[in-house]
């Protein structure tokens, strides 16, 4: 499985932390919990020393059990426990942890290092257990991450990676939002919603594409498109185009400094001239000075016009992701009855 999948790989072997027993019948004694077989995972609570909460669905688990019975995760927390490959519980640095947001329900939590207390109550409705953790359903922790995060591109980009990871749609998240308007912070959420996509496949992909609506004013790009020669022939799938300008964009991240990927991206990049299509490539530093990005993209549109147009849309992605969703919650359904 690729490191940037936007699905998260499957998880099993996960440790609920157990109590300290003062008789060591159901757990570690004080002093076992003290020695060098366990490890503390919150006052009172422990797990083998073997467990490494580096996996973070474990790290998830960990600060769930110290919530109680009716404490519930959500935010990107649950998104992770739902399958979000791109929710891994670290900030923009890739290194800081995140803490896990609960939701205490009535129970009265504190916020300790790892925990962050949500405040607003998640209703029996809008609850769920995955891995046996009690969770906010999909578009639920979607909003409240949404709510978290407080800055509209990058709500955006949230609602794009639960897309990639087929959690979501934009249909359905504009949906729950419009049930939502006594919330506070809805209005920067419908207007994340309204900026989102689900057609990228990678945070830093819809950041690009976002540099292409907001300061380049280009308009929405088609993401990840096939485009073929007019033979039918397939050319590339790249990550956004221009179909009036006839500029392709891409994101190239770290897998693109491999020498084998190196030389396939360079032959792609030919390929696309080939047929009538100007190239722009971005990497991860490039995002943060979108001027730059955006004097590229205007530099190959440019270019675009010396190129005779050789290629021709393929047809739109099938099944739809709305189409999938309800395929799956079909499936879903008929199991339970």
């Not at 799938?237 to 897998?255: F, I, K, N, S, T």
């Amino acid at each position: 499985m690729h490191r940037w999948d936007p699905i998260a790989p499957p998880v099993t072997g996960l440790v609920l932390p157990v109590r300290v027993d003062p008789t060591g019948r159901a757990g570690p004694t004080r002093g076992q919990a003290r020695g060098p077989g366990w490890r503390i995972t919150s006052p009172g609570l422990v797990v083998p020393a073997t467990v490494d909460d580096g996996l973070v669905e474990q790290r998830i688990l960990e600060a769930s059990a110290r919530g109680g019975d009716r404490a519930v995760v959500t935010g990107w927390a649950a998104l992770r426990l739902h399958g979000g490959g791109f929710f891994d519980g670290l900030a923009r640095d890739g290194r800081t942890r995140l803490p896990v947001p609960i939701a205490g329900n009535g129970d009265r939590l504190r916020g300790r290092a790892g925990l962050e207390v949500v405040e607003d109550r998640i209703p029996p409705d809008e609850v769920t257990y995955v891995h046996g953790i009690r969770c906010a359903t999909v578009e639920r922790a979607l909003f409240d991450e949404m709510r978290r995060i407080g800055e509209v591109r990058e709500m955006a980009v949230a609602i794009g990676a639960a897309c990639a990871a087929q959690l979501t749609s934009l249909k359905r998240i504009r949906l729950y939002t419009a049930t939502r308007r006594w919330y506070r912070d809805v209005r920067m959420v419908r207007e994340a919603v309204a900026l989102a996509g689900e057609d990228c496949r990678s945070p830093q992909e819809d950041r690009f594409r976002l540099i292409w609506i907001c300061e380049a004013r280009w308009g929405r790009p088609l993401c990840n498109r096939a485009i073929l020669d007019t033979d039918g022939r397939l050319v590339a799938v790249p990550d956004l185009l221009d179909p009036q300008r006839g500029v392709v964009g891409e994101y190239a991240g770290a897998d693109h400094r491999d020498i084998d990927q190196h030389e396939s991206d360079i032959a792609r990049e030919a390929d696309l001239r080939g047929v009538g299509l100007e190239y722009v490539e971005v990497v991860a530093r490039d995002l943060r000075d979108p001027a730059r990005v955006v004097r590229r993209m205007r530099e190959a549109a440019e270019r675009a016009t010396a190129l005779t147009r050789r290629w021709v849309l393929g047809p739109p992605p099938s099944p739809t992701l709305d189409e999938i969703l309800d395929r799956r919650d079909a499936a879903r359904a008929r199991r339970d009855t």
